[in-house]
T-cell receptor, first 114, second 111 residues
């Protein structure tokens, strides 16, 4: 199956720890998006990356959050010094050509901050 | 920014019934997609439909871009259709594939 792969599926962190979420896009896709879904809410755009470049990070908090998509390996969403409000489902999606192509989502990482 | 409104917010159907879900958007779009989030949280892309009509089995969708709305039709609903249906758009000025999501319609299909 060449779908979007995210891991871990569930992640529990104590306040102040770091969370690292990984995403491997569909085979052949070089456009990666991260979205966050809070309980009972829709999905909010966080960041859009292509290989080695951040294209649009307008939805990502300025502090504690960072994202990368290196030349080799998966895309990483990193949250430093997590707080309870960071508890959410984080979804990664990929597309073939960015605009004008369907977006395909992974199964998400459910982050719980205790 | 562009606003996306979905209606109804909640819908309960008996198995076998048909339904229409609506998505209104506040500005011109060059990208519109419908997604189904099942009860396990998985997001499935149903349609990429910035304009026109498409059909896939019991599902079909129509987008009237000039009037800024899209409709998702579900016919002969099944319990496996339960979940949340999201409409998502990118405004005409955008060219990145970054989608703005509506709040969703929660569908429950009863046996």
């Amino acid at each position: 199956n060449a779908g979007v792969m995210q891991n871990p599926r569930h992640l529990v962190r104590r306040r102040g720890q770091e969370a690292r979420l990984r995403c491997s896009p569909m085979k052949g896709h070089s456009h990666v998006y991260w979205y966050r879904q809070l309980p009972e809410e829709g999905l909010k755009f966080m960041v859009y990356l292509q290989k080695e470049n951040i294209i649009d990070e307008s939805g990502m908090p300025k502090e504690r959050f960072s994202a990368e998509f290196p030349k080799e390996g998966p895309s990483i969403l990193r949250i430093q010094q997590v707080v309870r409000g960071d508890s959410a489902a984080y979804f990664c999606a990929s597309s073939l050509s960015g605009q004008n192509s369907p977006l395909h989502f992974g199964n998400g990482t459910r982050l719980t901050v205790t | 920014g562009i606003q996306v409104e979905q209606s109804p917010p909640d819908l309960i159907l008996q198995e076998g019934a048909n339904s229409t879900l609506r998505c209104n958007f506040s500005d011109s779009v060059n990208n519109l997609q419908w997604f189904h989030q099942n009860p396990w949280g998985q997001l499935i892309n149903l349609f990429y439909i910035p304009s026109g009509t498409k059909q896939n089995g019991r599902l079909s969708a129509t987008t009237v871009a000039t009037e800024r709305y899209s409709l998702l039709y579900i016919s002969s609903s099944q319990t496996t259709d339960s979940g949340v249906y999201f409409c998502a758009v990118e405004g005409w000025a955008g060219n990145t594939g970054k989608l703005i999501f509506g709040q969703g319609t929660t569908l429950q299909v009863k046996p």
